[in-house]
């Protein structure tokens, strides 16, 4: 960019050889290679990354990491310039602690746009953490069930399987809450990971047991009896009313649950 500035300057004062132009032509020159360097650094975020970047993010990201990267550029070369002036041998040989220095901070620039970038395309995934922490059991519950009813109803109308990424984005919830639900489902024999490319580059979720089978009782007693349990000395001895209790309780939600298929439950698509 600064190149094509000092080029397109020598030929348009040739072309323009007034003096009233030259501030005009100046700014404009500027402008210009600060625009390029804008459209280098959003290039770099959406072509190098090994993932499909959206414009816009890449573009915001790059004016932003294209204009520090100027300011600092300005303020490497206004700082060389300074040292030079003190002594023609030290000042030279002061250029090489300063480029080193140009040099860790550009990095820094470069890859603090690429953290913008990343964020501001993937900003729901960072939402709610305060919330999903103290997230209620019957609540995580429902998002289990809401995944596996998406898995099934889109394996039963042919549709290609969502990955969790997928997911977060169609359905606006946060990556981190899909992960951790995913994982205890797939822990319980509910899902399966399975290839979308020959790459193994993405991995879409799959209905680990037969789609039209599941019911939401068959959700629901695969959770219940994931994890570790009877665990404590004494507990089943000391509370074998109150687990009594809470057997039946399970189940008579269990038996009403056999009957609901997630095929036929209706999801508002958004």
Not at 123 to 150: C, D, G, H, K, P
Not at 158 to 183: C, D, M, Q, W
Not at 217 to 222: D, G, I, Q
Request: charged share 15%.
């Amino acid at each position: 960019s600064n190149g094509l500035t000092i080029f397109m300057s020598t030929a348009m004062q040739k072309l323009l050889p007034f003096n009233f132009l030259t501030p005009a032509i100046s700014w404009m020159l500027d402008g210009a290679s600060i625009v390029l360097t804008w459209i280098f650094f959003a290039g770099t975020y959406l072509l190098i990354p090994n993932t499909k970047v959206k414009l816009t993010n890449a573009l915001l990201a790059g004016c932003i990491a294209g204009t520090a990267f100027v300011i600092l550029q300005w303020a490497f070369v206004s700082g060389q310039v300074y040292v030079a002036k003190y002594n023609a041998i030290y000042g030279s040989v002061a250029f090489l602690p300063l480029f080193l220095v140009w040099a860790q901070l550009a990095w820094v620039v470069t890859l603090s746009g690429a953290v913008v970038c990343y964020s501001s395309q993937n900003i729901f995934q960072f939402s709610f953490n305060e919330q999903i922490q103290r997230m209620s059991l019957n609540y995580r519950r429902q998002i289990a069930m809401a995944v596996m009813t998406v898995v099934v109803q889109r394996f039963l109308s042919g549709e290609k399987p969502l990955t969790e990424h997928g997911f977060a984005v169609k359905y606006r919830i946060p990556a981190r809450l899909i992960s951790e639900v995913t994982n205890s489902m797939i822990s319980v024999g509910l899902l399966d990971r399975v290839l979308l490319d020959d790459k193994g580059a993405e991995l879409g979720l799959q209905s680990a047991i037969p789609p039209e089978q599941v019911t939401m009782a068959t959700v629901l007693e695969r959770l219940n009896a994931g994890g570790n349990r009877n665990f404590v000395p004494n507990f089943s001895k000391s509370f074998a009313n109150v687990i009594n209790n809470m057997d039946k309780l399970n189940e008579a939600s269990l038996h009403n649950a056999s009957s609901i298929y997630l095929k036929d439950v209706e999801i508002i698509q958004p």
